[in-house]
């Protein structure tokens, strides 16, 4: 095997063209798993992180948004001065793994899973993320919505690399919940994020492990956009029900080992209703 | 050709640890272990080794048409590969009965089974080896439902039956009834032991194949030694095993696993073979705690004694026997628990299915039936209208007492004891929901899915009877060699060292019994007498018994020694901290001095009392021993999601005498976090034979983060029977530990469940 530590983008983006075939590595806590359990093979590996450029990330206050090199462990994005930027996304690295696991793994390699138990995946998707790809061929942004065809398949052409991802900086409650049979170090039976922009009027809610991708829950948003009161912070119990069943029509999940989509359906149900409670947790016409 | 080898664990004397019977001294292999340098028996090797890979049946019941091998020979660096048909000896093995094949020859029973194994330069080379093997299966519909196999309808899927063991038992006056009757319905999911050092073994062939030398991670040495002879067609002692570094066992370690093929592939290839287990291979690979479904009926009086019970278990043990007729056993004879009960009638069944053959687990059939017997204890409490401490203690067994077996109980027996000072111990002073919004004391932790105001708090109890030692007649013994020179100790014996630390206790014992402070411990292999296996709570006892009574003969001799040197009658002298002492007089000789250049050697095999054979009512004193624990558990609940945060569980544990508390307090927390994992997450998921989750993934253990405060009272009545006054405490804390939490579910959420694990959506739905 192959392996080719790159220390800056266009070595990676050389190396990448030169063998199309070849694997990305970043931390390597999916793809070694993989391939210890023999269920992916590979003859060469592209090491991208200590790529400086992957490694970094930007706040732009004029444009307000956040970029986040593809790099970028979860380790730094569960810490300060990354947190106060994008708290959902540190809520959601504070789920994943251990400390060890966070230290490693990077956003971009959850992205680049594309799996729909990805816990930083609900977030991006809620906050209507830009994946930035490039190849030697040229660069090109991707919608996050776009960026995942189903589990674990995505846009990604050989030769191609996730350079990182930019999202908004919102001014509004954004937070992320995760349910797992275990009190941490589990993969998510259901997962949910909810952002609100409180300038823009607006209520995101994706969710997480009910679905072959990450699925946004349209009907929800709406409702609780033309529910809440933006100024007061505050929402009336009815709404929240409404709210929470809307979020549970919107979840496509299924039975397998790890839970029933009946219990599925019903998590992601209590999730919403809890998250839009912390979001606007005043009392409609009160002080 | 150069072996490396490494010899076992802690037998190199290390100066630092001198405790004595009552200290904590720490652990020979506990630096070690804590610094990664210790050998596990997945770190051996040794010059010129190849790698063993073992091929499983993909079906849970096949019959294996033909296997082709011809390509699998074609590939370089392959240099053996053995099926069926290079088994020389016996070909089939088994703890109690040989009906497992050392690989299927006609049938696979299920997915995981052995079907052949090969040696080679490389593990890349024995992977595409396996993978080019082809193998013809003609796939037969499973037999899966238990129950199936106990009413007898699917036609047999071994030439012994679909049913390991039948035992009923029956006592007193079976026409009994109750004021108030109880009766519920319990199901105890697969639990896996989920050992840390997975199976691995090294094989050294003796040149000319005359015998081979086995390094293996085992709990039971002779007994793996007998069985693998066997099956290579050898003598036993031309088998010599000694033990790889342990990192775990609870019972998976008791049948062969990969012994076998280990050994046989370095006699075919006259070259050192070393196997090791993947983690999915390892859920294959070993037995695991039997799954059952119990139905109890207990009939009491109206202030809630218990008159009658009734029960029927049916025990699921998969493919093959291993041990379930002796779990079995265990379970149908711990119907009652720890209480008082003069009539029963109980129908107990191990079979035979497609499913992941299972045997030993920690706690060994009990924890099943108490389960079931703590489930009922509070129902009837509810039904009595009583709390659930009152009800135990009314029912509370004395010595003296009897099983449902007619078996007197003669041990200590401080049942009543073991609860009030559980309830004595404080409850958790931290509020519903954790102190100061810590998220990680909520359910659900970090993934932040509740606030205070959704969790409810509850209180469970449970309490449990558990017999040590082996049963029904069998002749257990452990063997132990001292030798005494200049001063130092040096004990021999073949006990599996599996982490429970008995190489501590070893040293303790020699250093108490013959006032020294240095204690070699020698390897620990064949080439002395059985130890018996590390299991049923028993090495303590056992070969903690052999130990003392081997380094007592000594301490006679080295008596005997200085009494003629001195004109003192033997009799007269003592051991005094370093220095053997006239207790009628002046005479004080330091043990080294008085060892100086003699050689006292003794070895002594420590023996329990008889037992018997159950009779057909399933009558008879077929236990050794007995030992008791309460445990209460406390936990937070979030009804909505289901998710559990367990907060704190207390227990008083009947352990006889404190050798070495600090190792005490271990095996009771990490029994009780073995009892968490069984209460609300582990579980082995298999779906038409086909296991779904062998891996750490999805197999989920509890963590440091699921772990309760663990809150203890150690009772020490020292029990006449122990050799050192001291029971087994290995299994017992996770035992009541799991009803205990399950109860505490019950109580926050006002819900009847009557399975573990209890999933988030059996809280939900
Ligand atoms: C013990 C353990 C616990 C875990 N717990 C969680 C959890 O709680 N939540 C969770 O979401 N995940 C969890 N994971 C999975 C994993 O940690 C995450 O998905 C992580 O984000 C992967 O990042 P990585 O850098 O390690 O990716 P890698 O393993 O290096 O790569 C993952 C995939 O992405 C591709 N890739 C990586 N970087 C790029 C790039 N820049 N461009 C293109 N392709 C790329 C790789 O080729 C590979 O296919 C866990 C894993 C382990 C081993």
Known sequence: MSVTVAHTLDDALASLAATPTATVLAGGTDLMVELNGGHRRTDAVVSVNRVRELRSWRHDPAAATLHIGAAVTYAELAAEPLASFAPALAQAARTVGSPQIRNAATIGGNVGTASPAGDGLPVLSALDAVVHLASLAGRRDVAFAEFATGPKRTVLQPGELITGITIPVLSGYQGYAKVGVRNAMVIATASACLA???????????????????????????????????????????????????????????????????????????????????????????? | MSTTAPVAAGSVVDPTITGRLGDSPARPDGVAKVQGSF??????????????????????????????????????????????????????????????????????????????????????????????????????????????????????????????????????????????????????????????????????????????????????????????????????????????????????????????????????????????????????????????????????????????????????????????????????????????????????????????????????????????????????????????????????????????????IENVAPVARCILETAALPLPDEPVGGHDGDPMRLPGGAGLTADRSHIRRGIGWGVAIKNLMYSEGFDDYSTARCVLRDGVASLKFATSEVGQGFVTIAGQIARSVLGVDDVVLEPIDTTIGSAGSTSASRQTWMSGGAVDGACRLVREQLFAHVGSQHGIDPLRLAIDGRDVIDTMGDLRVPVAEASAGVTFEETFEHHHRPTEDLDEDGQGNCHTAFAFVAHRAVVDVDPELGLVKVIQIATAQDIGRALNPLSVLGQIEGGIAQGVGLAVMEEIIQTDGRVRNANFTDYLLPTMLDMPDVLVSLIEEPDPMAPLGAKGVGEPPCISSTPAVVAAIRDAIGKDLTRTPVRPSDIVF
């Not at chain 1, 009946?262 to 998250?275: D, P, S």
């Not at chain 2, 096949?62 to 074609?74: E, F, H, P, Q, Y």
């Not at chain 2, 080019?132 to 071994?158: M, W």
């Not at chain 2, 063991?165 to 108030?180: F, K, L, M, W």
Request: charged fraction near 20%.
């Open chain 2, 39 to 408: 050998a596990f028996s997945g770190d051996l090797s040794a010059d010129g080794f190849l790698w063993g890979a073992t091929l499983r049946s993909p079906h849970p019941y096949a019959r294996v048409v033909s296997i082709d091998l011809s390509a699998a020979w074609k590939i370089n660096g392959v240099e053996a590969i053995i099926t069926a048909a290079d088994v020389p000896g016996k070909p089939t093995y088994g703890l109690i009965s040989q009906d497992q094949p050392v690989f299927a020859a006609e049938y696979v029973r299920f997915v995981g089974e052995p079907v052949a194994a090969v040696a080679a330069n490389h593990p890349d080379t024995c992977r595409r080896a396996l993978e080019a093997i082809v193998v013809t299966y003609e796939v037969l519909e499973p037999l899966t439902d238990p129950e199936r196999s106990v009413d007898g309808s699917f036609p047999p899927i071994h030439p012994d039956g679909n049913v390991f063991r039948h035992q009923r038992i029956v006592r007193g006056d079976t026409s009994v009834t109750g004021e108030v009757v109880v009766e519920g319905d319990y199901e105890i999911g697969m639990q896996d032991q989920a050992f840390l050092g997975l199976e691995a073994a090294l094989a050294i062939p003796d040149p000319g194949g005359a015998g081979v030398e086995l390094y293996v991670a085992t709990q039971w040495l002779h007994e793996d030694r007998h069985q693998i002879a066997a099956c290579l067609g050898l003598e036993d002692e031309q088998v010599r095993l000694t033990l790889g570094g342990v990192g775990g066992a609870f019972g998976a370690r008791e049948d062969i696993s990969l012994q076998v093929h280990t050994c046989l592939l370095a006699l075919r290839t006259g070259r050192p073979v070393r196997i090791a287990y993947s983690r999915e291979e390892s859920f294959l690979g070993h037995v695991h705690r039997h799954p059952a479904r119990i139905w109890m009926r207990h009939h009491a009086t109206v202030d809630g004694k218990i008159v009658k019970i009734e029960a029927r278990f049916v025990m699921d043990g998969g493919a093959y026997a291993s041990t379930s007729s002796a779990v079995l056993i265990n379970a149908v004879t711990h119907t009652q628990g720890p209480y008082k009960c003069d009539n029963a009638v109980v129908d107990g069944w191990a079979v035979r299915t497609n499913n992941l053959p299972c045997g030993a687990m920690r706690g060994f059939g009990v924890v099943q039936a108490c389960f079931a017997h703590e489930g009922q204890m509070d129902r009837l409490a509810a039904a009595c209208g009583l709390d659930p401490v009152e009800i135990r203690l009314r029912n509370a067994m004395e010595t003296g007492d009897r099983l449902i077996t007619g078996q007197v």
């Open chain 1, 196 to 287: 609100v922009d409180v300038p823009g009027r607006s209520v995101r809610l994706a969710l997480g492990s009910v679905g072959p991708v990450i699925l946004r829950a349209p009907e929800a948003e709406a409702l609780a956009v033309a529910a809440a009161d933006f100024e007061a912070g505050a929402i009336d119990a009815d709404a929240v029900e409404a709210f929470g069943a809307a979020a549970g029509r919107a979840a496509r999940p299924i039975d397998d080992h790890r839970s029933s989509a009946a219990y599925r359906r019903r998590a992601i149900e209590v999730l919403a209703r809890r998250l839009l409670v912390r979001a606007f947790p005043g009392t409609p016409g009160g002080e």
